[in-house]
């Protein structure tokens, strides 16, 4: 009984995780590319540049929700 | 003749569509077969769960052992080996038929190989492009790696899809990173950057460094592993059925390719940021 319940918090604890997890390289990977986008707009010649920098800054960002995939794997396979 | 393999081919593809669409669920099977004497078309409940089976798929690594003492991951090393013997391969065909004019290999390597000589000319600097080799190397390794998964041979995993192999490039990245700057900037400049701008941030300029090599090989690992995790659950649900093919190129060629020139832009920036 007590096993169940630890394993139902686990999984819950990975849904929240991986929800939560999400909102913030959401935002921030969207938030970049917008950028981008209006930079391109500005000056075309440089979008080679722009595009590199923003897969860059989007994969940086996006560490977050990789930690908190990492973690929710954990709680679905090692709990 | 050619009408007629078109219609083959559109009924053939119809009756894919419909024993997916029958057999649709995460844990179940479609039979088709006859059962006493009868025809049946049934959905039954398949003996290995998802859960299995991404439990055998992610930690059944044939493990051998050396000398009683060292283990060693069979299953990963072996792809490793492949993939260094492809890119062996590879170089020694483009040097054996280096021409001025250059052939359809070469233009490949030229191209790579400019692209990134000019990326480390523009962030170290002009007098420091001895690092083209190594940033080279590495993008080569890890794109190899990435897309190694897609050919569907029986345990062709990608190696990057395993902690060891990311952790181990992100350490050696730490190791060349750190070493670049103490020979550039010598040992007193080097040692007095870490208590800037007063001496109370030692430990967290540490813990800065070390986290680096960290998020770096995580991000690379994190990325391939829920990559194949997505494409195994989605192709159990649609019955490896069209989908796959999609995910694949995305999963694998997209996502691969962005990782691997990711972490050598970010090898590259820690290298440009240390030296300055």
């Not at chain 1, 960002?61 to 908190?68: H, N």
């Not at chain 2, 490949?108 to 083209?132: D, M, P, Q, R």
């Not at chain 2, 040692?191 to 800037?196: I, M, N, S, T, V």
């Not at chain 2, 391939?224 to 989908?243: D, E």
Request: charged share 15%.
């Amino acid at each position: 009984m007590e096993s169940e319940i630890i394993r139902a918090a686990a999984l819950l604890g990975a849904g929240i995780c991986m929800g939560f997890g999400a909102i913030g390289p959401g935002i921030g990977e969207g938030f970049t590319a917008g950028k981008a986008c209006e930079g391109i707009a500005r000056s075309p010649e440089n979008a080679g540049l722009l595009t590199r920098t923003m897969l860059v800054g989007q994969a940086v960002s996006e560490s977050t929700g990789i930690y908190s995939l990492v973690i929710s794997l954990l709680l679905i396979f090692a709990v | 003749m050619k009408k007629k393999s078109k219609k083959a081919l559109i009924i053939v593809l119809i009756i894919i569509i419909i024993e997916g669409i029958l057999s649709v669920g995460l844990n179940h099977e479609l039979q088709i077969g006859f059962d006493e004497g009868k025809f049946v078309i049934r959905n039954v409940e398949s003996e290995k769960s998802i859960q299995d089976q991404i439990t055998h798929e992610f930690q059944n690594y044939k493990i051998v052992k050396l000398f009683g003492k060292f283990t060693i991951n069979w299953s990963v090393l072996r792809v490793i080996l492949f993939v260094d013997l492809f890119l062996i391969l590879f170089a020694a065909l483009v040097r054996w038929k280096m021409h001025l004019i250059p052939g359809k290999l070469q233009i490949i390597a030229e191209l790579i190989y400019t692209f990134f000589s000019n990326l480390v000319i523009e962030t170290v600097g002009e007098k420091k492009k001895y690092f083209t080799p190594y940033i080279f190397t590495i993008f080569v390794f890890i794109w190899i790696c990435n897309i190694i998964g897609m050919i569907p041979i029986p345990g062709n995993l990608e190696p990057t899809r395993n902690l060891n192999v990311p952790l181990g490039l992100g350490l050696m990245a730490l190791v060349i990173v750190h070493y670049t700057a103490i020979k550039e900037k010598g040992m007193k400049l080097y040692l007095k950057e870490y208590a800037e701008p007063i001496s109370f941030m030692l430990p967290i300029n540490i813990v800065g460094e070390v986290a680096k090599g960290i998020s770096l090989s995580f991000r690379l690992f994190g990325n391939i592993l829920g990559g194949a995790i997505i494409i195994l659950v989605v192709s159990n649900l649609t019955r490896f059925i069209l989908i796959p093919v999609g995910l694949n190129l995305f999963f694998g060629l997209f996502i691969g390719t962005v990782q691997a020139f990711v972490f050598t832009m970010l090898v590259l920036s820690y290298t440009a940021v240390a030296i300055k």
